[in-house]
């Protein structure tokens, strides 16, 4: 097959009946009332499908042969600068004369003004050639994105209300250099000191005597880090801790009588297990010019939405390496016989194949649930800021808004761990299932591995995002995890259909270890609050629960709950979709196999297990207490 779109009949699925497309053509095309833009849903549709059936030739024909090239041609630094090898090169010059870097960017700053949702599912396909070509190609158009949505944010960038054009932009100059394909850039936050602990950043921000912002200090881990435009977290605040956090937009470097004068510099370039054709590198600043963006000691918050989008991005990144692995694996047990059989045949190997095709449905399903939600917040809030006509159609957009921004929040942090932690477990298993064939590099099978290790690491940890997805969970009110607690369970045994009582049971099973946990917090809360001077016990209480020490049973379990969470969520995903479309009952029937005795384990180890460890460790803060 010369095409990673057209081969896969599960991502069509999505393009053509699965995603409700027409809010987000309707807000992407202002109404369709922009006279250089689509007149209407069904054309705008015609072109999406042009633009992914572009894109899954060309990952298929272009990117995927020259893979065994660049995989071993590395790249390297030279005088100061990153030298790419000639087929990554080539690749890229094929970007832009595409013009895929311009895919979602407005039509007024030279775009396609194509949906984000696409954007995404370009990379999945892209990944599934070669995730060092889909990561760096995400900080061309991805940056420029960037840089228009912080600019919306300040108020800095103005729409005509009647048109729906966009009028003028802040940053207008730099996307459209970043729109041409001739310059990207990087979000640069990582410091020695200062990984997950974003708190902790001490490069810093100051201000000259004419007002002009400088940043000095050291970034570390940045992908595409030798691009042009960063993104910068640094100190511009007395305050410790993420709030004297601001951001900064940082030009590299500027072009002196012909010439490229650095103002940011590449200390090293980082060699890595895998992603050889992704250059993450050390930076540099030392007074390097610099544009505050937003206001001051909001840092933290606009980097935050920018990871978002990235977390979504990795978990479509680490989809296109389990495709990858999966195919080539049932491939493999196609055409290898072994017992007078294909492996395919063979029952042991039969069930892995299948729970992997399971696996990638249900990421896929839970990646564009969480991409839709998380596109139709921002349109929308964009909308009700500059484009609604009145104060009704402003208050109606703003609160479509804070509905998808929920289901966004819930559902990201669960498709980019599930996403992540399955692209190193089913690349592992398609090494084994190659046996020793796929330890041998030629076979190429061994460099998904090695690409996959990444993806629970970047973009936030497969824990932070644990933490986050536990923190939001836990933070229901009582009353309304019971209630929906109780309905689950009545949906169990009342529903007619055999398939949702299935998908009610996960939701219990969920809900019930969030029920425990949420328990456990209140009454070691109590416990710590009673061992306490009874003359304080009311400012205690009314002080909320300490991070510290009242949380612990949930962090404990944090990983276990949040794979709980991604099933219920993937279940009753897959359900709506098999409720409008019944050809999806088969995809939800296979993944409910796999996922009710999963779910039954995880409740039952969050419910019964953990105390002796807990314990040990508040011994040891005890002791830690007395010495200090």
């Known amino acids: ?57 060309f990952s298929a024909t272009r990117i995927a042969p020259r893979v065994p090239e660049i995989a071993h041609a590395p790249i390297r630094l030279e005088g100061g600068e990153v030298v790419f090898p000639p087929a990554l090169d080539a690749i890229f010059a094929q970007v832009r004369e595409l013009g895929l ?67 003028r932009t802040r940053f207008e100059a730099q996307i459209r250099e970043i729109a041409s394909g001739r310059a990207w850039g990087s979000m640069d936050m990582t410091e020695p000191g200062a990984g997950s602990d974003l708190g902790a950043i001490t490069t810093r921000a100051a201000q000259d005597a004419s007002g002009a912002w400088h940043v000095s200090g050291e970034k570390i881990f940045i992908t595409s880090g030798h691009g042009k435009y960063h993104f910068v977290l640094a100190r511009s605040e007395p305050q410790g801790g993420l709030a004297g956090l601001s951001l900064f937009l940082v030009p590299a470097w500027e072009q002196e009588n012909g010439r490229r004068v650095r103002r940011v510099t590449l200390e090293r370039l980082e060699n890595k297990l895998g992603h050889h054709a992704s250059a993450t590198v050390a930076l540099g600043f030392e007074r390097a010019p610099a544009e505050l963006v937003g206001e001051r000691g909001q840092g933290f918050r606009q980097m935050l939405l920018l990871m978002n989008s990235g977390r979504l991005s990795v978990a479509f990144e680490s989809l296109g390496v389990c495709e990858a692995a999966y195919r080539m694996a049932r491939d493999h047990a196609a055409s290898r016989v072994t017992m007078g059989r294909t492996l395919e045949r ?139 607690l109780a309905r689950a369970r009545w949906q169990q045994v009342s529903a007619r259909d055999a398939l949702a009582r299935r998908v009610a049971y996960i939701e219990s099973l969920s809900l019930g270890a969030q029920q425990h946990l949420q328990r456990r917090v209140t009454r070691d809360r109590l416990r710590r609050v009673v061992d306490g001077p009874a003359v304080e016990w009311l400012a205690a209480l009314r002080a909320g629960p ?26 009753s995903t897959l359900q709506a979709q098999a409720a409008r479309h019944p050809e999806r009952r088969d995809v939800l029937a296979r993944y409910l196999d796999r996922a009710e005795p999963r779910a039954r384990h995880l409740h039952d180890v969050i419910t019964t297990s953990g105390e002796r460890l807990l314990r040990e460790l508040a011994a040891r803060a005890r002791v830690q207490r007395s010495r200090t």
């Open 546 to 571: 300490d991070p510290r020490h009242d949380f612990a049973p949930a962090l404990l379990h944090a990983e276990r709950l949040t794979r709980l969470l991604a099933d219920a969520a993937v279940a």
């Open 101 to 167: 870097a311009g895919m979602c960017l407005p039509r007024e700053l030279g775009g396609m003004n194509l949906p984000m949702l696409l954007h995404y599912a370009t990379g999945e396909m892209f990944a599934r050639a070669d995730a060092s070509v889909m990561s760096h190609h995400g900080f061309h158009g991805g940056i420029a994105l960037a840089m228009l949505f912080l600019s919306t944010m300040e108020g800095t960038t103005q729409y005509d209300r009647d048109s729906g054009r966009l009028v």
């Open 346 to 484: 063979h029952e042991l190997i039969a069930d892995r194949l299948d729970e992997m095709r399971s696996d990638i449905e249900g990421i896929r399903a839970l990646a564009i649930a969480g991409a839709w939600h998380h596109e139709l917040a921002h349109r929308s809030r964009l909308a009700e800021h500059h484009l609604a006509r009145d104060a009704g159609e402003a208050r109606r957009l703003g609160a479509t808004a804070k509905q998808h921004q929920r289901a966004a929040r819930q559902l990201t942090p669960l498709a980019k761990y599930l996403g992540a932690e399955k692209a190193v477990e089913i690349t592992r298993h398609a090494i084994q299932l190659h046996g020793g064939c796929g330890y041998l590099r030629e076979q190429g099978v061994e460099k998904l591995l090695r690409d996959s290790v990444l993806m629970p690491i970047y973009e936030g940890t497969s824990q932070i995002q644990a933490l986050m997805a536990t923190k939001d969970a836990l933070g229901a009110a009582p009353w309304t995890l019971a209630r929906r």
């Open 1 to 57: 097959m010369t095409s990673y779109f057209a081969d896969n009949e599960d991502l069509k699925y999505y393009v053509e009946r699965g995603i409700e497309w027409e809010p987000i053509v309707t807000l992407a095309e202002n109404g369709f009332r922009q006279s250089d833009g689509f007149a209407t849903l069904d054309e705008a549709l015609e072109a999406y499908r042009s633009a992914l059936e572009l894109v899954g030739e």
